[in-house]
């Protein structure tokens, strides 16, 4: 038997303060939603980004 390929996903990440689509990640679907501390270049500093799907 051949191995099913998972789905794999694009998502971005948001910064929270100003919008801005500033990240994309490739994962596996399921699980739960990302919420991280990544740079925004907008506001030149470290921001909370989060998950969303397009």
């Known amino acids: 038997m051949a191995k099913s390929k998972k789905k794999v996903e ?3 990440l948001i910064c929270e303060e100003t919008g801005d689509y500033n990240y994309t990640l490739r994962r596996k ?4 939603k990302l919420r991280l501390k990544k740079y925004c270049p907008r506001v030149r500093k470290h921001t909370w980004h989060v998950e969303k799907k397009k």
Not at 29 to 32: K, L, N, S, T, V
Request: hydrophobic share 30%; net charge negative.
């Open 10 to 12: 694009t998502v971005f």
């Open 29 to 32: 679907p399921g699980g739960e």
